[in-house]
């Protein structure tokens, strides 16, 4: 019985004991551990990373495993809040606790707070406080080889959530510290488990926001191996964010935009790493960037730049990229005086640090990338160029691109398709397909109504010309080949240049302008250089060459930087000393058609200014190259004043060679009057009348030229005579006398020879120079001027200036009647010369035939040798002599003896003959006979 009563009490007992542990077991779980944790807290966090914390309490509920905190908030040594939450509740799973699984049903974090500051040593400042927290623990952290191997410990979690957190980021590895706060931060992971499970992933799901900033993240997640497949999305990251952490990457200054980025993705890591991302989206919006803090504006702006299917594949070392898009792109560039282009020059101190990373990379497997697209719309690129003399600005608009597929296969070509208007006028489109590597282009280029004006600082860097007006065209095909060096290519089409108006700077009036200059077709080839123009069609040019009073033509202020001959460098050509080998630069031209031309000239140099016009030229040029064998010719009729008449043509020799040309210009009917301004520089009169015909002959070879000027005036009559420090100090009137015939022509040949590369030589100088001198001569050798009338007698121009007389009469010497008749015929040809007849004696010779004749009574008396010796020397001894008259009435009678017979005999008028005053200075001939000279004069 006794053992029955021991039997019965033993549950009751057992009883007992487990009311008494688990009365005990619930003070503990419920009043104990509570107390206990809210002291252990605080002072591990103050052992282990030296904050000091508070916490406001602390729950826990034994039977059901859960821990609540409420209330906890830690600062650091600088007395700054690191970490802190409102609640936490913990809630562990007894059952899987059985199972050595330490299980979590739940955690639950209610609005924590985290702050993170990243130091100047780039460390963060948990590490900092751990590590000056527990120095000794620092010093080996290294697991040991078996933890290693153990692997993780096996812990699960049901869910974890995170609810209205708050992150504050703080950025001291900057010059001024960057702040950035993290809210709301929620977060959800359910089932997570550190070992494999077949078919068992956890799902996650993050939303955390920075502003208006978001980053959504979901998807599954696997511990053990580490994988994960999900989604990511960051909205809205504004440029403040993406400025700080791209600063080190990033040379210029972002001031605006906002960056939306979304992608699939799976992520394994294992025995080998993988990750893959597909279905990438990228939205950049309102971007502005500037170049750096200090500019004014920024430079490139974008209202939209939109990617698609974004991909990227590490295993497979492949990014493949959708559809590029961008909308309103605008962009500024600017070039330096020195030639430096803003955008590029934050660049250049990188570039070595560039090359030292691609070398790096270059030595892996290269990534395969793709990129199905690009399209741009609406852009707009201005370009500031401050290296010419005068700035340049030109501003392409409306600009659309498009670009087919490209990608990491170069040899692949690539369609491209671009149109854009420029703001100072015309439109612009270029479309075809390019192969990146080795290079080669295809391209339609077409353009219309481009306004040259925008261009005009770069023509002044070669060329002093102002552009007023004008309108480039431009259709055709550019083919470019960079497989084999050199490049090689060709382009073919057509090219107009419309209502150009162009002008020294200096000047308003215009210098050369036309039209429409349309050359078509064009072909040129790139290596070697050639060019072939079917046809150059110039209609209406107007050209306006004005030589100034400093005698320096217009058109020689065209070209900069022309230095002296004796500075210029020999023409390859010439210092090879050969004219044989082909020159660097082939072109051929067709044909040059023009119609309806105009040059205007003004010579500033004369007082009065002379000004003149060669204009209705019409005409063509054909077959013009630098290639032997090339002959071309020329053909171009016009007006010159508005009267002449104009014909030029000939032929042209290829050109830069000795090849040699023949051209002949004629000119008729040119109004001498015209030509008064040179007449009066040049031989001290101007001119009343008279009419100009020119018959030019010139052969021109290499630089070599020789010239024929037939020069014909027709009634030239000068007019009032004006002081000129150049005329010719000769009797001009008189020359002109001697050259006009009975018609008042005045016809003369002028050939010239000379070097067209000598700087001093002009062939209008030497024109000139060869009539001045001519009428110069004429005037000093009058009677040489007549020397083809002379000739036709078989006498000299010489011989007509004299006539010889029988000693002591007024007998014409044998030969001289003929003299006398070839003298009345140039008289008679020349209406305005004058021949002043001076009667002459020698009293010598005439005054021994005198006294002989006295002697002998007119020879009815006989004289013998010696009477006539005898009183021949009385007569030189002055011993005997005439009658006082005797040899005056002698000159006189011969004067009017020659008058008579060139008037009466020839018919000379006798306005043109005038007798003057006797003389005693008469020359004795070779015969005997004596000499009276003539003097010619002009009305």
Known sequence: ??????????????????????????????????????????????????????ITDIRTNPFTLRVEALGLSAADADGEQVVGFDRLMVDMNFFQLIRGIAGFEGIQLDEPYVRVDLLEDYSVNFARDWQAANPKAVQDERPSAQAEETGPPRLYFGQIALNGGEMLFRDFTKQEMAEFRITALDLTLN????WQREGQDSDYSLLAALGSQTVEWQGD??????????????????????????????PYDLRGGSVTLSSDYEIQAGDAFYLETTNGQLKLENLAVALDEQSDQARLTNALLSVDAIGFDLNRREVRIGQVSLDKLDLALARSAAGEIDWLAPLASEQGEAESADDASSAGQPFRWSVAGLALSDGRVFWQDSQPETAAEIALEQLSVSVGRISHELEEPVTYEARGTLASGGQLSLNGQVTPAPFTLEAAISGSGVALAAFEPYVQEGA???????????DGNLDLDGQQDPLTGTFSGTAEVAGLDLKLPDSSGSLVSWQTLR???????????????????LAQPRINIVRNTDSVHNVERIAKGAGSAGEQEPAPEAAEGTGDSEPEFIFRIGQLMLEN?????????????????????????????????????????????GVADLDFEGTIGTLGTEDVSDLRLIMQDLSLPALSPYFGRYLGYGVDSGKLNLNLDYEIAGSRIDASNLVVMDRLELGSAIASDDAVNAPVKLGLALL?????????????????????????????????NLLAKAAASPFSMLGSIAELAGLSGEELSKVSFVPGSIQLAEGEAEKLAALADALLERPDLLLNIRGNVEPQADGLALLRDDLTAGGEQELSEEEWQEAREAYLAGERSLAPEALSNLASSRGVTLRNVLQQTHGVPADQLFLLDPARNAEVGGEGNVIVAFNLDVR
């Open 597 to 641: 031309g105009e040059l205007a000239y003004t010579d500033r140099t004369l007082d009065p200014a002379f000004t003149t016009s060669f204009g209705e030229l019409n005409g063509s040029v054909t077959g013009l190259s630098n290639i032997s064998p090339q002959q071309g010719k020329v053909s171009i009729r016009g007006r010159v004043g």
């Open 519 to 537: 050359l078509a077709p064009i072909e040129y080839n790139v290596h070697p250089a050639r060019l072939e123009i079917g046809t150059v069609t």
């Open 1 to 54: 019985m006794a053992q029955s009563r021991k039997s019965s009490r033993m549950p009751r007992n057992l009883l007992i004991g487990f009311l008494a542990l688990l009365i005990l077991y619930t003070l503990a779980g419920f009043l104990l551990l509570p107390w206990w944790l809210e002291r252990l807290v605080p002072e591990q966090l103050d052992q282990r990373m030296g904050w000091q914390a508070e």
């Open 740 to 772: 006009r015939d009975s018609k008042g022509v005045i016809e003369v040949d002028l050939p010239i020879s000379g070097d067209l590369s000598d700087p001093d030589f002009s062939v209008g100088k030497v024109v000139m120079r060869a009539f001045v």
């Open 191 to 194: 089932d997570l488990a550190t």
């Open 464 to 474: 002093n010309l102002a552009i007023t007006n004008g309108t480039l065209g431009l």
């Open 221 to 250: 997640l696997s511990v053990a191996p580490f994988y994960s497949n999900g989604t990511l999305k960051v909205s809205a990251v504004g440029y403040e964010t993406l400025a700080h952490f791209l600063a080190p990457f990033f």
